[in-house]
Protein backbone atom coordinates (compact mmCIF):
# COMPACT_ATOMS: atom_id res chain seq x y z
CA UNK A 1 0.00 0.00 0.00
CA UNK A 2 1.17 3.50 -0.66
CA UNK A 3 1.46 5.70 2.47
CA UNK A 4 -1.48 7.92 3.24
CA UNK A 5 0.89 11.01 3.72
CA UNK A 6 1.77 11.33 0.60
CA UNK A 7 1.44 15.36 1.06
CA UNK A 8 3.48 15.28 4.13
CA UNK A 9 6.34 14.06 1.60
CA UNK A 10 5.57 17.07 -1.00
CA UNK A 11 5.58 19.60 0.91
CA UNK A 12 9.09 21.13 0.78
CA UNK A 13 8.87 24.24 2.91
CA UNK A 14 8.72 22.16 6.75
CA UNK A 15 6.41 20.83 8.73
CA UNK A 16 4.12 23.41 8.97
CA UNK A 17 3.49 23.12 5.66
CA UNK A 18 2.98 19.58 5.52
CA UNK A 19 0.13 20.36 8.15
CA UNK A 20 -1.64 22.68 6.23
CA UNK A 21 -1.24 20.79 2.62
CA UNK A 22 -3.04 17.79 4.77
CA UNK A 23 -5.64 20.40 5.25
CA UNK A 24 -5.80 21.83 1.64
CA UNK A 25 -5.42 18.30 -0.05
CA UNK A 26 -5.34 15.29 1.62
CA UNK A 27 -3.67 11.93 0.89
CA UNK A 28 -5.68 8.96 0.78
CA UNK A 29 -4.99 5.83 -0.62
CA UNK A 30 -7.44 3.62 -2.87
CA UNK A 31 -6.83 -0.49 -2.88
CA UNK A 32 -3.55 -1.60 -4.15
CA UNK A 33 -3.33 -4.30 -6.67
CA UNK A 34 -0.10 -6.47 -7.32
CA UNK A 35 2.11 -4.64 -8.38
CA UNK A 36 0.99 -1.43 -6.28
CA UNK A 37 -0.42 1.07 -8.15
CA UNK A 38 -4.15 1.57 -6.91
CA UNK A 39 -7.23 0.07 -8.09
CA UNK A 40 -10.03 2.66 -8.91
CA UNK A 41 -13.36 1.64 -7.48
CA UNK A 42 -16.39 3.76 -6.99
CA UNK A 43 -16.83 5.85 -4.26
CA UNK A 44 -18.77 4.46 -1.25
CA UNK A 45 -22.38 5.80 -0.88
CA UNK A 46 -22.67 6.95 2.83
CA UNK A 47 -24.77 8.18 5.69
CA UNK A 48 -21.91 10.44 6.98
CA UNK A 49 -20.61 11.15 3.54
CA UNK A 50 -20.75 15.01 4.92
CA UNK A 51 -18.74 14.28 7.93
CA UNK A 52 -15.75 13.23 5.14
CA UNK A 53 -12.86 15.45 4.51
CA UNK A 54 -13.65 18.36 1.94
CA UNK A 55 -10.73 19.76 0.36
CA UNK A 56 -12.51 22.30 -2.40
CA UNK A 57 -16.18 23.64 -3.50
CA UNK A 58 -17.74 25.60 -6.09
CA UNK A 59 -21.17 26.81 -7.59
CA UNK A 60 -22.68 24.84 -10.85
CA UNK A 61 -25.57 27.37 -11.72
CA UNK A 62 -27.83 27.61 -8.30
CA UNK A 63 -26.12 24.61 -6.96
CA UNK A 64 -23.00 23.81 -4.84
CA UNK A 65 -20.78 20.81 -5.96
CA UNK A 66 -18.09 20.08 -2.85
CA UNK A 67 -15.37 17.68 -3.42
CA UNK A 68 -13.10 15.85 -1.14
CA UNK A 69 -11.95 12.10 0.91
CA UNK A 70 -12.48 9.18 -0.61
CA UNK A 71 -14.34 10.29 -3.83
CA UNK A 72 -17.28 12.28 -1.82
CA UNK A 73 -18.69 14.61 -3.68
CA UNK A 74 -21.73 16.51 -2.49
CA UNK A 75 -24.63 18.35 -3.82
CA UNK A 76 -26.21 21.11 -2.48
CA UNK A 77 -29.33 23.15 -3.64
CA UNK A 78 -29.91 25.53 -0.52
CA UNK A 79 -27.19 27.38 -0.21
CA UNK A 80 -25.58 24.88 1.53
CA UNK A 81 -27.64 24.23 4.29
CA UNK A 82 -28.53 20.74 3.58
CA UNK A 83 -26.32 17.96 1.15
CA UNK A 84 -26.37 15.04 -0.22
CA UNK A 85 -23.94 12.55 -1.93
CA UNK A 86 -23.78 12.47 -5.48
CA UNK A 87 -25.24 9.20 -6.86
CA UNK A 88 -21.90 7.83 -8.85
CA UNK A 89 -18.63 8.49 -8.30
CA UNK A 90 -15.98 6.11 -9.97
CA UNK A 91 -12.92 6.34 -8.06
CA UNK A 92 -12.20 5.95 -4.37
CA UNK A 93 -9.14 8.18 -3.98
CA UNK A 94 -9.47 11.79 -2.65
CA UNK A 95 -10.44 14.98 -4.89
CA UNK A 96 -9.02 18.38 -4.43
CA UNK A 97 -10.23 20.55 -6.32
CA UNK A 98 -13.54 21.34 -8.78
CA UNK A 99 -14.52 23.56 -11.56
CA UNK A 100 -17.97 24.10 -13.58
CA UNK A 101 -18.32 25.74 -16.62
CA UNK A 102 -22.26 25.99 -16.54
CA UNK A 103 -25.02 24.58 -14.22
CA UNK A 104 -24.42 21.18 -15.70
CA UNK A 105 -20.88 20.40 -17.11
CA UNK A 106 -17.87 20.04 -14.87
CA UNK A 107 -14.69 18.44 -14.19
CA UNK A 108 -12.69 17.25 -10.60
CA UNK A 109 -9.14 16.50 -10.19
CA UNK A 110 -6.84 14.55 -7.33
CA UNK A 111 -4.85 11.84 -6.41
CA UNK A 112 -3.43 9.43 -8.84
CA UNK A 113 -3.81 12.25 -11.72
CA UNK A 114 -7.14 11.46 -11.67
CA UNK A 115 -9.49 13.68 -13.68
CA UNK A 116 -13.43 13.23 -13.50
CA UNK A 117 -16.40 14.77 -16.05
CA UNK A 118 -20.18 15.35 -15.51
CA UNK A 119 -22.66 16.45 -17.75
CA UNK A 120 -25.53 16.39 -15.05
CA UNK A 121 -24.36 19.09 -12.38
CA UNK A 122 -22.23 16.28 -10.44
CA UNK A 123 -24.86 13.59 -10.04
CA UNK A 124 -22.57 11.54 -12.23
CA UNK A 125 -19.16 11.02 -13.04
CA UNK A 126 -17.28 9.45 -15.46
CA UNK A 127 -12.95 8.96 -15.21
CA UNK A 128 -11.27 11.05 -18.67
CA UNK A 129 -7.99 10.12 -16.47
CA UNK A 130 -5.74 8.81 -14.39
CA UNK A 131 -2.13 7.64 -13.95
CA UNK A 132 -1.72 4.61 -11.60
CA UNK A 133 2.09 4.49 -13.03
CA UNK A 134 2.93 7.59 -10.75
CA UNK A 135 1.74 8.95 -7.72
CA UNK A 136 1.39 12.37 -9.04
CA UNK A 137 -1.33 14.59 -7.59
CA UNK A 138 -3.10 17.50 -9.30
CA UNK A 139 -4.31 20.05 -6.45
CA UNK A 140 -6.53 22.29 -9.31
CA UNK A 141 -8.45 22.15 -12.16
CA UNK A 142 -9.68 25.49 -14.25
CA UNK A 143 -11.74 25.18 -17.50
CA UNK A 144 -12.31 27.88 -19.16
CA UNK A 145 -15.29 26.58 -21.85
CA UNK A 146 -16.41 23.32 -22.59
CA UNK A 147 -13.43 22.13 -24.50
CA UNK A 148 -10.41 24.21 -23.14
CA UNK A 149 -9.07 23.66 -19.51
CA UNK A 150 -5.98 23.32 -17.40
CA UNK A 151 -4.95 20.78 -14.44
CA UNK A 152 -1.83 21.41 -12.65
CA UNK A 153 -0.26 19.63 -9.65
CA UNK A 154 2.95 17.89 -7.77
CA UNK A 155 6.91 19.29 -8.93
CA UNK A 156 5.14 21.36 -11.94
CA UNK A 157 2.60 19.32 -13.08
CA UNK A 158 0.94 21.09 -16.12
CA UNK A 159 -2.18 19.52 -18.26
CA UNK A 160 -4.09 20.80 -20.88
CA UNK A 161 -6.72 19.97 -22.91
CA UNK A 162 -8.08 21.35 -26.15
CA UNK A 163 -11.06 18.61 -26.29
CA UNK A 164 -13.22 19.00 -22.90
CA UNK A 165 -10.72 16.33 -21.11
CA UNK A 166 -10.46 13.59 -23.65
CA UNK A 167 -7.18 14.32 -24.33
CA UNK A 168 -4.70 16.02 -21.81
CA UNK A 169 -1.09 17.25 -23.09
CA UNK A 170 2.10 17.69 -20.53
CA UNK A 171 2.95 21.40 -20.36
CA UNK A 172 6.82 21.46 -20.03
CA UNK A 173 7.51 24.67 -17.53
CA UNK A 174 11.32 26.84 -17.43
CA UNK A 175 12.98 26.25 -14.40
CA UNK A 176 11.94 29.38 -11.96
CA UNK A 177 13.86 32.22 -11.63
CA UNK A 178 17.07 31.23 -10.33
CA UNK A 179 16.03 27.45 -9.53
CA UNK A 180 17.81 24.58 -12.41
CA UNK A 181 14.65 22.85 -12.97
CA UNK A 182 11.16 23.25 -12.75
CA UNK A 183 9.91 21.66 -9.17
CA UNK A 184 7.77 23.49 -7.43
CA UNK A 185 3.80 22.21 -6.58
CA UNK A 186 1.68 23.76 -7.81
CA UNK A 187 -1.54 24.29 -5.32
CA UNK A 188 -4.10 26.69 -7.31
CA UNK A 189 -5.61 27.73 -10.37
CA UNK A 190 -7.86 30.92 -10.95
CA UNK A 191 -8.80 33.31 -14.00
CA UNK A 192 -8.93 37.00 -14.25
CA UNK A 193 -12.09 38.60 -16.42
CA UNK A 194 -9.86 39.07 -19.30
CA UNK A 195 -8.75 35.12 -19.31
CA UNK A 196 -5.82 35.40 -17.47
CA UNK A 197 -5.17 31.99 -15.89
CA UNK A 198 -3.38 31.76 -12.67
CA UNK A 199 -1.72 29.36 -10.34
CA UNK A 200 -0.17 29.94 -7.03
CA UNK A 201 2.52 27.53 -5.61
CA UNK A 202 5.83 27.37 -3.57
CA UNK A 203 8.53 30.06 -2.68
CA UNK A 204 5.98 33.14 -2.94
CA UNK A 205 5.64 32.01 -6.79
CA UNK A 206 2.36 32.86 -8.61
CA UNK A 207 2.20 31.61 -12.05
CA UNK A 208 0.92 32.99 -15.20
CA UNK A 209 -0.83 32.31 -18.55
CA UNK A 210 -2.40 34.55 -21.28
CA UNK A 211 -2.73 31.31 -23.05
CA UNK A 212 -5.16 29.06 -21.35
CA UNK A 213 -1.95 27.21 -20.48
CA UNK A 214 0.03 27.03 -23.11
CA UNK A 215 3.01 29.02 -21.65
CA UNK A 216 3.33 30.81 -18.20
CA UNK A 217 5.63 33.19 -16.60
CA UNK A 218 6.72 33.50 -13.12
CA UNK A 219 5.71 36.55 -10.75
CA UNK A 220 7.54 36.32 -7.73
CA UNK A 221 5.68 38.09 -4.94
CA UNK A 222 8.47 38.69 -2.46
CA UNK A 223 7.41 36.14 -0.12
CA UNK A 224 9.33 33.22 0.46
CA UNK A 225 6.47 30.46 1.91
CA UNK A 226 3.60 28.39 -0.10
CA UNK A 227 0.49 29.85 -1.44
CA UNK A 228 -2.52 27.42 -1.61
CA UNK A 229 -5.18 29.61 -3.03
CA UNK A 230 -5.78 33.10 -4.86
CA UNK A 231 -9.10 34.86 -6.34
CA UNK A 232 -9.57 37.78 -9.29
CA UNK A 233 -11.58 40.18 -7.47
CA UNK A 234 -13.11 43.13 -8.78
CA UNK A 235 -11.01 46.12 -10.93
CA UNK A 236 -8.38 43.75 -11.95
CA UNK A 237 -7.26 43.31 -8.26
CA UNK A 238 -5.21 39.42 -7.34
CA UNK A 239 -5.31 37.75 -4.23
CA UNK A 240 -3.16 34.68 -3.08
CA UNK A 241 -2.80 33.42 -0.01
CA UNK A 242 -1.39 30.88 2.15
CA UNK A 243 0.96 29.70 5.18
CA UNK A 244 0.64 31.76 7.83
CA UNK A 245 -1.73 34.01 7.22
CA UNK A 246 0.24 35.46 4.33
CA UNK A 247 -1.95 37.28 1.62
CA UNK A 248 -0.12 39.68 -1.25
CA UNK A 249 -2.36 41.74 -3.26
CA UNK A 250 -1.56 43.26 -7.04
CA UNK A 251 -3.33 45.97 -8.75
CA UNK A 252 -1.13 45.23 -11.73
CA UNK A 253 -1.62 41.72 -13.35
CA UNK A 254 0.93 40.51 -10.88
CA UNK A 255 3.51 43.03 -11.92
CA UNK A 256 4.44 43.70 -8.50
CA UNK A 257 2.79 42.90 -5.04
CA UNK A 258 1.84 44.59 -1.44
CA UNK A 259 1.46 42.33 1.54
CA UNK A 260 -2.13 42.63 3.42
CA UNK A 261 -2.59 42.94 6.31
CA UNK A 262 -4.71 39.42 7.13
CA UNK A 263 -4.28 40.43 11.32
CA UNK A 264 -3.83 36.13 12.00
CA UNK A 265 -0.93 33.80 11.77
CA UNK A 266 -3.49 30.78 10.77
CA UNK A 267 -2.89 29.69 7.02
CA UNK A 268 -5.35 30.14 4.64
CA UNK A 269 -6.98 27.57 2.48
CA UNK A 270 -9.73 28.83 0.14
CA UNK A 271 -10.92 32.35 -0.95
CA UNK A 272 -14.07 33.14 -2.79
CA UNK A 273 -15.89 36.36 -4.30
CA UNK A 274 -18.85 38.00 -4.97
CA UNK A 275 -18.28 41.56 -6.32
CA UNK A 276 -16.84 43.37 -3.43
CA UNK A 277 -17.14 40.84 -0.78
CA UNK A 278 -14.46 38.43 -0.38
CA UNK A 279 -14.18 35.89 2.17
CA UNK A 280 -11.20 33.46 3.14
CA UNK A 281 -11.08 30.60 5.69
CA UNK A 282 -8.12 28.96 6.77
CA UNK A 283 -6.91 26.73 9.80
CA UNK A 284 -8.09 26.57 13.35
CA UNK A 285 -11.61 28.36 12.15
CA UNK A 286 -10.20 31.61 10.72
CA UNK A 287 -12.32 33.24 8.43
CA UNK A 288 -11.80 36.85 6.94
CA UNK A 289 -14.08 39.30 5.26
CA UNK A 290 -13.51 42.17 2.96
CA UNK A 291 -16.20 44.43 1.63
CA UNK A 292 -13.50 46.43 -0.32
CA UNK A 293 -12.51 44.06 -2.59
CA UNK A 294 -9.37 42.82 -0.72
CA UNK A 295 -7.85 45.98 0.11
CA UNK A 296 -8.54 44.96 4.01
CA UNK A 297 -9.49 41.98 6.07
CA UNK A 298 -11.76 41.85 9.32
CA UNK A 299 -10.79 38.59 11.22
CA UNK A 300 -12.66 36.49 13.06
CA UNK A 301 -12.13 32.49 14.87
CA UNK A 302 -15.38 30.24 14.78
CA UNK A 303 -15.95 29.28 18.13
CA UNK A 304 -15.13 25.39 17.26
CA UNK A 305 -11.60 26.11 15.40
CA UNK A 306 -12.41 23.95 12.78
CA UNK A 307 -10.03 23.45 10.25
CA UNK A 308 -11.56 25.18 6.98
CA UNK A 309 -10.62 23.84 3.70
CA UNK A 310 -13.10 25.49 1.12
CA UNK A 311 -16.04 28.37 0.67
CA UNK A 312 -18.23 29.62 -2.03
CA UNK A 313 -20.41 32.32 -1.92
CA UNK A 314 -23.98 32.17 -3.26
CA UNK A 315 -25.22 35.55 -5.44
CA UNK A 316 -25.86 37.11 -2.09
CA UNK A 317 -22.48 36.55 -1.07
CA UNK A 318 -23.56 34.06 1.74
CA UNK A 319 -20.68 31.88 2.75
CA UNK A 320 -20.83 28.11 2.82
CA UNK A 321 -17.91 26.35 3.92
CA UNK A 322 -16.39 23.01 4.11
CA UNK A 323 -14.08 21.48 6.60
CA UNK A 324 -11.62 18.40 7.11
CA UNK A 325 -14.62 17.14 9.62
CA UNK A 326 -17.09 17.69 6.53
CA UNK A 327 -19.59 20.60 6.16
CA UNK A 328 -19.45 23.58 8.70
CA UNK A 329 -23.42 24.12 9.63
CA UNK A 330 -24.41 27.56 8.87
CA UNK A 331 -25.49 29.92 12.02
CA UNK A 332 -29.21 28.48 12.67
CA UNK A 333 -28.75 25.55 10.36
CA UNK A 334 -28.91 21.70 11.88
CA UNK A 335 -25.64 19.54 12.16
CA UNK A 336 -25.71 19.05 8.35
CA UNK A 337 -25.74 15.25 6.81
CA UNK A 338 -26.60 13.66 3.79
CA UNK A 339 -28.70 11.01 2.44
Known sequence: MKSTSLLARTALAGALV????ACAAQAQQAPA??????????????????????????????????VGDHGVVLLSDDGGRSHRQARQVPVDVALTSVSFIDAR?????????????????????????????????????????EKQGVAVGLWSLVLRTDDGGAHWQSVELAPPPGGKRADLNLFGLFADARGQLFAPGERGMVLRSGDK????????TGYAGSFWSGIAGPGGTLLVAGLRGSMYRSLDDGGSWQRVDTHTESSITALAGAGSKIVAVGLNGLVLNSEDGGASFAASTREDRLPLTSVVLDGQGHAAMYSRQGVVARAGDKDPSAR
Open 213 to 220: GRSWSYMP
Open 105 to 145: QGWAAGHWGVILHTTDGGETWQVQRSDAAHDRPLFAVHFFD
Open 18 to 21: SLSL
Open 33 to 66: AVDGAPVLVPAVRAAHAARATMLASTRAGERIVA
